[in-house]
Structure formats: structure tokens, C-alpha cells
């Protein structure tokens, strides 16, 4: 059985400074590996994917990935009270499946 | 953009009825999914399809089936609605290529069903 652990949270930060949600899986034949956003009541909305080790920026959002480790990251910068949501990590194989945490709830306070 | 769009966003239902659950996807995506999400249980995967007539089993089969008798439409059916499939269900659906598992999935805004 693939499993996709991540702290639940709630992970609380101030407003501007950095969030890192923290993801790691079982399966070594991992491929790929996304970071969906879900406000509370809606449904996922992908906002980063990674497949090569090492560090992915897109805007305030960074990826790592650290295949050997097993182990997936995405850091928000200047974090501001609209990042607040539910993280989602979900990691992909040889097949369409992808295999998803039970997310960890971030806060940002203003 | 992708877009995918589901029948209803609230449902409810009594014990012992047919429930039918729609999912269309306007991108011509091969793959789609459905999955229940529970509080503290995450997204669990029910079915999905990566062909039209083609359909597979997810984690958590039991008490569903699916329908997909046309590329851009995949149902998921309730045979006999119980108290314990109140959740909230979400279609998604993703591209079949060359990319294989590099495709991710863009998600329908989901229905909250309540089985009474």
C-alpha cells in the first residue's frame, strides 16, 4: 500500500513569513509529486509540481524534492492571510493514480 | 482552462435509494476519477477510468459503481444510498500521454451528498 504522510496541523504562522509543509512517501518508484490547495468547502487546485530532485519557484512558492530521502516540501514566502487552506501533497507512480496526504491545514494570521 | 463540472453541488438522498453522480470534462482528458473526501481521512480514490467502457477499482469500491459510455462524461452510482457514503464526492480528471504519470489532475468543484 503507497502512503503519503503529512503533519495535519494546524500549522499557524504570522503573516509574511515563511510556511513549510512538509510531505514524505513510501514507494522509491515515485515519479511525481504535486502540491494542491483547497480552501475550505471547495475542491483541490493545483499550484506546484516537481519531478526532478532539487528546487522548483514559482512566485512565493518553492517546491523541494529530495528523492533519496523520500521526502517533498513546499515553502511559501511572505505568507499572507488568503494562503490559508489546506495543503494537499499527492504523489504520482508508473500508472494515472495519484496518491494523496490527508493535508495539513495551514493558518496564516494577520 | 480545464473544466470539469459536476451535476450537483448538494444532494440528499434517503437510505435505500439509486444515486447518480455526473462528471464532465470539457479537455478531452482519457483519465477520470472519482474520490470521496472525509474529515481526517483525506481523498480516497472509488473508481476511475482511463477509456471510454474501461473502469477500475479504487481503494475503496464497495457499495459504487461507474458508468463511462462516453469520453467526456463518467458517472458514479450509488446502487442503495447508506448513512456511512455521506460525503463529499470529487471528480477529476487528467491526460492520457506520452507524459504518463507527470499529468496532473484538475478536480470538478465536488458534491456534498447526505444520505438521511
Known amino acids: 500500500q503507497k502512503e503519503v504522510e503529512q503533519n495535519s496541523g494546524p500549522l499557524s504562522v504570522p503573516e509574511g513569513a515563511i510556511a513549510s509543509l512538509n510531505c514524505t512517501y513510501s514507494d522509491r518508484g515515485s515519479q511525481s509529486f504535486f502540491w494542491y490547495r483547497q480552501y475550505s468547502g471547495k475542491s483541490p487546485e493545483l499550484i506546484m509540481f516537481i519531478y526532478s530532485n532539487g528546487d522548483k519557484e514559482d512566485g512565493r512558492f518553492t517546491a523541494q524534492l529530495n528523492k533519496a530521502s523520500q521526502y517533498v516540501s513546499l515553502l511559501i514566502r511572505d505568507s499572507q492571510p488568503s494562503d490559508s487552506a489546506t495543503y494537499l501533497c499527492a504523489v504520482g507512480g508508473s500508472n494515472y493514480k495519484l496518491t494523496f496526504g490527508k493535508g495539513t491545514l495551514l493558518t496564516v494570521n494577520p | 482552462d480545464v473544466k470539469v463540472t459536476q451535476s450537483s453541488r448538494y444532494l440528499v438522498k434517503r437510505t435505500g435509494e439509486k444515486v447518480f453522480l455526473e462528471c464532465v470534462q470539457d479537455?478531452?482528458?482519457?483519465?477520470m476519477f472519482w474520490y470521496r473526501q472525509d474529515p481526517g481521512l483525506g481523498l480516497r480514490l472509488i473508481y476511475f477510468s482511463y477509456d471510454v467502457k474501461m473502469k477500475e477499482k479504487g481503494d475503496i469500491p464497495e457499495g459504487y459503481s461507474v458508468s463511462r459510455e462516453k469520453k467526456e462524461r463518467f458517472s458514479l452510482i450509488l446502487e442503495s444510498a447508506s448513512t456511512n457514503q455521506t460525503s463529499m464526492y470529487l471528480c477529476?480528471?487528467?491526460?492520457?500521454?506520452?507524459?504518463?504519470?507527470?499529468?496532473?489532475?484538475?478536480f470538478g468543484p465536488g458534491t456534498r451528498l447526505t444520505v438521511l
Open positions: 477529476a480528471s487528467s491526460l492520457n500521454d506520452w507524459r504518463g504519470a507527470y499529468n496532473e489532475q484538475f
Open positions: 479537455m478531452d482528458h482519457e483519465n
